[in-house]
């Protein structure tokens, strides 16, 4: 299931996301001891393989189709968009707004659960979003539709760190 996630979810909208999320989920497997299982090689290489297999499939048909078609898109999803710095720029300027107030709550999280990072609910989270970031700043123009698929990890981090606050706060 959770290649056939990643793979719809690059064919949904943008590849640099599910792509971060997959490299988190790898990066866990290694750094969690919960995840540290014999069925864990099994679940990463069916779940790369259904990844590639879904995503590939919509540019695959749109190549037999109409090559011209598929270059096009090709440059508009494979080829970077922008100044890197700018558009990294732009989505710390834009994200303060536009994620409010999952950045803050995010940061309290990453903050009081800083001893548990080698728990898999705040590590991926977290991976997924330093690496996704990077990524959308390299591959996508800076517009604000662009920022909408850091949402999901900024707000599953946040959501770990809600038990904490204060009542009130």
Known sequence: ??????????????????????AAVVIAHFACPEWRTPAAAPFLGA?????????GSWPLALYLRSPALFAEWRQLALEPHGAF??????????????????????????????????????????????????????????EDVNMIPLLAPLALLASQGLPTLRRGA
């Open 1 to 22: 299931l959770f290649g056939a996630a990643l793979g719809f979810a690059c064919l949904s909208s943008l590849w640099m996301v599910p792509a971060a999320l997959l």
């Open 47 to 55: 779940s790369v393989v259904v990844a590639l297999v879904l995503a």
């Open 85 to 142: 710095l700018a558009n990294l720029e732009y989505l710390f300027s834009t994200g303060s707004w536009f994620a409010w107030p999952a950045w803050p709550l995010a940061l309290w999280a990453g903050w009081v659960l800083r001893r548990r990072w080698s728990d898999p609910r705040v590590l991926v989270p977290a991976l997924a979003l330093v690496l996704a970031l990077p990524m959308l700043a390299w591959w996508v123009p800076a």
